[in-house]
């Protein structure tokens, strides 16, 4: 059974900074592209930051400069340091796992940008 388990999520002002993770089981974790999407209320899920299995990295032009995705096959995560963020950040942010036609996703995690 495979799971994408999602943390790191809460309630931060303007400027601040959060790091989420996501760690994966049932699935041979360094074989799989890992992302990050969000999809705030009335919205599409949209992709936030993309890392393949070579550490190639992809960004939304909105979180250039400011969000890093990274990953650590050794613990089957994927991580997404979030920084200087925005009221426009807010959203729930899902981990996604993808190798051919194998797509999973977890439950998502909240990130609220608000003073």
């Known amino acids: 059974q495979v799971q994408l388990v999602e943390s790191g999520g809460g309630l931060v002002q303007p400027g601040g900074s959060l790091r989420l993770s996501c760690e994966a089981s049932?699935?041979?974790?360094?074989?799989?592209?890992m992302g990050w999407y969000r999809q705030a209320p009335g919205k599409q899920r949209e992709l936030v930051a993309d890392i393949s299995r070579g550490n190639t990295t992809n960004y939304a032009d909105s979180v250039k400069g400011r969000f890093t995705i990274s990953r650590d096959n050794t613990k089957n995560t994927v991580f997404l340091q979030m920084n200087s963020l925005n009221p426009e950040d807010t959203a729930v942010y899902y981990c996604n796992a993808h190798y051919f036609r194998f797509t999973y996703w977890g439950q998502g995690t909240q990130v609220t940008v608000s003073s």
């Open positions: 049932g699935i041979i974790f360094s074989n799989y592209a």
